[in-house]
């Protein structure tokens, strides 16, 4: 299979912990995106990589979230000092960059369900 | 801000009729996704439209954009069991190279029923 994938697909943790989630996009996607998605809702953007370099962090990424995609390959998402309200799906897409007049397809993974009991 | 919108947010279809459901959004975009999400799946791509006036088909289900609208619509004729499912619409806050990061809809929970 050469789709998205990540791991693990789902995580249950206590308040306070750190949680760590791994995306490993399409081999030649040079882009990598994360969102985050609570039940009833569409996902929301929370950041994204061209290669290595994290281009953008929605201002939903708050200081206790990073993420990294040291080789442009694979990237981690990491959580730390998780509250319940980080319960959520955790989604991870790739792309290629667009060429002039072309559009942008993102391929999703099928996300890590967190539960922050 | 670019604000998205669809509408209904829940369907019930009886099986065999035809349902529409609506996506408008409030900044200009020349494109807009269609996905569709299984319960507790990821999300597939349907349709990509990239103009003004484009319409595609696939199966059961058409999609058409009116940009100056700012609305898209998704069409589903003679609802079968199998369409059960959320749809969600999305447009990029980009343009050209820009396109990345994508703003989605609260999505439409469809549930066909015999």
């Known amino acids: 299979d050469t789709g998205v994938s990540q791991d693990p697909r789902h995580k249950i943790t206590k308040r306070g912990q750190n949680v760590t989630f791994r995306c490993d996009p399409i081999?030649?996607?040079?882009?990598l995106y994360w969102y985050r998605q609570t039940l009833g809702q569409g996902p929301e953007f929370l950041t994204y990589f061209q290669n290595e370099a994290q281009l953008e962090k929605s201002r939903l990424l708050s200081d206790r979230f990073s993420a990294e995609r040291p080789k442009g390959s694979f990237s981690t998402l990491e959580i730390q000092r998780t509250e319940q309200g980080d319960s959520a799906m955790y989604l991870c897409?790739?792309?290629?960059?667009?060429?002039?007049?072309?559009?942008?397809?993102?391929?999703f993974g099928p996300g890590t369900r967190l539960t922050v009991l | 801000e670019l604000k998205v919108e669809q509408n209904p947010l829940f369907l019930s279809m009886q099986e065999g009729k035809n349902y529409t459901i609506y996506c408008n959004y409030s900044?200009?975009?020349?494109?807009l996704y269609w996905y569709r999400q299984d319960p507790g799946k990821s999300l597939e791509s349907l349709f990509v439209?990239?103009?003004?006036?484009a319409v595609k088909q696939e199966g059961r289900l058409m999609a058409s954009l009116d940009t100056k609208a700012r609305l898209s619509t998704l069409h589903i004729t003679a609802a079968v069991h199998d369409l059960s499912a959320t749809y969600f619409c999305?447009?990029?806050?980009?343009?050209?190279?820009?396109?990345?990061?994508?703003?989605f809809g609260a999505g439409t929970t469809v549930t066909v029923r015999a």
């Open positions: 999305a447009l990029p806050r980009g343009f050209g190279s820009n396109d990345y990061k994508l703003s």
């Open positions: 439209l990239l103009s003004n006036g």
């Open positions: 081999s030649e996607h040079n882009r």
């Open positions: 900044t200009t975009s020349d494109r």
């Open positions: 897409a790739s792309s290629l960059t667009p060429r002039v007049g072309s559009y942008n397809e993102q391929f």
